[in-house]
Nanobody, 124 residues
Framework: QVQLVESGGGLVQAGGSLRLSCAAS????????MGWFRQAPGKEREFVAA????????YYADSMKGRFTISRNNAKNTQYLQIDSLKFEDTAVYYC?????????????????WGQGTQVTVSS
């Protein structure tokens, strides 16, 4: 059974940093693209960042560029999302996603597997 498990969320003050992790199990994703999405209360799920199978290519939503960094460690079957200079509007549930194909995708419809989400709450 394939599982994606996020961790690293929590309550943080504005201006702080968090590093989210997503550990995959049940199959290897070393040949698969992965991504992060988030959903704030009352809003639709939005794309945050994506990374191709070997980490050579990364993609970010325009509003996320500069403060978000996606990375992966295929040996650990894990991907990460570093968030710096957190803002109140970053408050959301952050979801890890993986797709069977090796190339990254910026739409949630392009992903085959999802984690349960981890809450990030930024206090102003």
């Amino acid at each position: 059974q394939v599982q994606l498990v996020e961790s690293g969320g929590g309550l943080v003050q504005a201006g702080g940093s968090l590093r989210l992790s997503c550990a995959a199990s049940g199959r290897t994703f070393s040949n698969s693209a992965m991504g992060w999405f988030r959903q704030a209360p009352g809003k639709e799920r939005e794309f945050v960042a994506a990374i191709n199978w070997n980490g050579a290519n990364t993609y970010y939503a325009d509003s996320m560029k500069g403060r978000f960094t996606i990375s992966r460690n295929n040996a650990k079957n894990t991907q990460y999302l570093q968030i710096d200079s957190l803002k109140f509007e970053d408050t959301a549930v952050y979801y890890c996603a993986a797709r069977i194909r090796p190339t990254a995708h910026t739409s949630w419809q392009g992903y085959d597997y999802w984690g349960q989400g981890t809450q990030v709450t930024v206090s102003s």
